[in-house]
């Protein structure tokens, strides 16, 4: 059968599954850029019922649902800029904060406060030089 497009569906299937990418991909740059495999899954349902209700549908939510709705959508925040720069900053010498003290970060790897500072300092740089 091979992989699945959403071009394999009806248009009222094609048009729940584009508004669930959309909250899906919401979720995942706002609340948890980096889900585990049961978060993806719950949350992909999550937007999928949240899309049949805007069209007052049921439509199945299967495994092809799902993995056209969590498709390119998750490690949103995986640019390189993005680690070599908290590298260079709080990881470059054995004396930096972040090798001194571990414990401020989390156990599944930076927290998302200090990656939302590293987006935010390099949009300013971008656009100020």
């Known amino acids: 059968r091979g992989r699945v497009h959403a071009a394999d569906f009806d248009d009222i299937s094609k048009a729940i599954l584009e508004d669930a990418n959309i909250y899906y991909h919401a979720y995942i740059c706002a609340v948890n850029p980096y889900p585990d495999r049961l978060q993806e899954r719950n949350h992909a349902a999550k937007v999928w019922v949240k899309a049949c209700d805007e069209h007052n ?9 799902l993995k ?15 680690q070599n720069t908290i590298n260079k900053m709080w990881f470059k010498h054995k004396q930096d904060d972040g090798a001194i003290y571990p414990q401020f970060s989390m156990d599944s790897g930076i927290p998302n406060v200090t990656i939302a500072l590293v987006i935010t300092a390099v949009f300013y740089f971008t656009i100020n030089f």
């Open 68 to 82: 056209l709705v969590i498709i390119k959508r998750t490690g949103v925040y995986l640019h390189p800029i993005i």
């Open 57 to 65: 549908l049921r439509i199945k939510f299967d495994e092809d649902m």
